[in-house]
């Protein structure tokens, strides 16, 4: 069973305008799905998703969030790792394979390790408990905007080109990655994070930069996030592609074969 509270558990009378930014052609409307055991915090969740006019629907174990999933299509995923029955890495694993969803996945332990298994089956972002209410709303805003860029973005370029670069193809109308002949399953925020590396490479991109234009997200506290992400891309893309550069960001390294 997980652990930890949000620290705003209460919610509010209408949304937030301080967590608000642009509002993607779906967001309105958009159909949130929230896998969370704990009583407390699944209703304080749902209520403040509510409250940003969204329609929420909360599931208590992992199976039942594979089968909601299923049912709802939903637009985004809020799930919590520590589940009853299966845990939240195997629900990743099981709605990735059926459908491409953004999921947020929640963990009440600060491990990195947690975080990078869970993005390497296929989460989009994390957050650590205990979270604000008001962070939660604007990582959810933020990754339903990138699924609307990339569709709008694979509409309006499909004749682009993929980038090549030695053995590493970027197929942007399609949003494929390949290594050599393999293709490598990238998550929609990965696949962004690449682009935006590849796109300039051997140009270091701040951590900040990156949060920025990637994740829609301007605080400097969630630069973490990026380290994580990036270290999922080394694992599932090689080491030698992008180069750190200590205290400042990262740079994409072309392969050269």
Same mark, same amino acid.
Do not use: C, N
């Given at each position: ?20 930014? !642009? ?194 997200? !301007? ?39």
């Amino acid at each position: 069973m997980s652990s930890g509270t949000p620290q705003q558990p209460g919610s509010p009378a209408r949304p937030d305008p301080a967590s608000s930014g !642009a509002t993607g052609t779906g967001q309105q409307s958009a159909t949130i799905l929230v896998v969370e055991d704990e009583p407390t915090i699944a209703t304080a969740i749902a209520q403040r998703l509510s409250a940003e006019g969204w329609r929420v629907e909360v599931a208590r174990d992992g199976l039942s969030g594979v089968d909601a999933a299923m049912r709802l299509r939903p637009d985004a995923i809020v799930l919590d790792v520590m589940l009853p029955g299966i845990d939240g890495l195997e629900v990743t694993r099981r709605i990735q394979a059926e459908q491409p969803v953004p999921i947020l996945m929640l963990t009440a332990r600060d491990d990195e390790t947690d975080m990078l298994v869970g993005l390497g089956v296929g989460a989009d972002d994390y957050m650590t408990k205990p979270f604000s209410m008001r962070e939660l709303v604007a990582r959810l805003k933020a990754l339903l905007r990138r699924v609307d860029r990339a569709a709008q973005a694979a509409a309006s370029t499909p004749s682009e080109p993929p980038m090549a670069m030695g053995d590493v193809t970027v197929d942007r109308a399609q949003r494929r990655v390949y290594r050599g002949s393999e293709e490598i399953h990238l998550t929609p925020t990965e696949f962004e994070l690449l682009v935006m590396l590849a796109s300039s490479p051997k140009t270091v991109l701040t951590r900040e930069r990156l949060l920025a234009e990637v994740w829609d997200w !301007a605080d400097a506290s969630g630069t973490r996030t990026v380290d994580s992400h990036i270290k999922a891309l080394r694992r599932k893309l090689g080491s030698d592609l992008i180069r750190t550069v200590h205290g400042v960001g990262y740079a994409f390294e072309p392969p050269t074969a």
